[in-house]
């Protein structure tokens, strides 16, 4: 697939800090125009990681049926951060080999849903908005735990869910996928509402806590970054 946008990668902070001022305006939040049929899922897995720019990194994408979630594409790629580890600027370490990894895949999915935060994010532009953005896709994003804001509990079954607030506003959505686990943190990204993003997470997560789109990827980038390193020793 062919990204819709592209920019120059800083060389530091305040670089970085102008592409997210310069970019965050393009972010749009907008129903889906139809069901997807198709769904990534994008992670990266980092070796030995010391938060340098010379950090190890592998990108895998790995594309699903909506409905069956079967496997349809895949792809990965292995290089170096790029960037050092700085709080709220950590889209800037990943985006480079995950970009590489998208532009291998043979079909352009529908949706993409990464291992991140969108609009939960400091200045409103976490990972899945600037990839969503360059993407010109679909984006949202899944992530563990929340990175701000405040929220009350969910209830103990599936699809039970309570909104994140930071500042005033609603910027993800704490989402339980499982009866009695963990909830996970939805959030937008780039053209897509959160009820539209928590129901294709919910859709993706049919057994596990975790969405299939996620699981699959965190496999693929840790057997990639696996087999560099085999290759390097």
Do not use: N
């Not at 102008?18 to 305006?25: D, G, S, V, Y």
């Not at 532009?103 to 990839?131: I, K, M, N, S, Y």
């Not at 780039?190 to 996620?214: F, G, K, M, N, Q």
Request: with cysteine; aromatic share 4%.
């Amino acid at each position: 697939m062919e990204l819709q946008r592209t920019h120059d990668w800083p060389s530091g902070e305040e670089q970085a800090y102008a592409i997210q001022r310069e970019l965050r305006p393009l972010v749009r939040t907008a129903p889906l125009a139809a069901p997807p049929r198709t769904l990534a899922g994008l992670d990266v897995a980092y070796g030995d990681s010391h938060g340098g720019a010379e950090d190890r990194v592998a990108a895998a994408v790995v594309v699903l049926d909506a409905d069956t979630l079967e496997v349809l594409d895949r792809a990965t790629a292995v290089g170096t951060a790029g960037f050092p580890y700085v709080p709220g600027l950590f889209a800037f370490r990943e985006l480079p080999t995950l970009i590489t990894a998208l532009e291998r895949l043979a079909t352009t999915p529908d949706v993409l849903l990464c291992d991140g935060q969108g609009l939960a994010h400091p200045r409103r532009f976490g990972l899945a908005c600037h990839l969503g953005v360059l993407a010109g896709l679909p984006t949202l994003g899944v992530a563990k735990t929340p990175l701000l804001g405040e929220w009350d509990e969910p209830g103990p079954a599936r699809g039970d869910s309570s909104d994140v607030r930071d500042g005033g506003e609603t910027v993800a959505r704490v989402l339980r996928t499982q009866d009695g686990v963990k909830p996970l943190t939805v959030s937008t990204g780039h053209l897509i509402t959160l009820d539209d993003a928590c129901a294709l997470v919910l859709r993706a997560s049919p057994r596990y806590r975790l969405p299939e789109t996620t699981r699959l990827a965190d496999r693929l980038c840790r057997d990639a970054l696996a087999e560099a390193a085999e290759h390097v020793a």
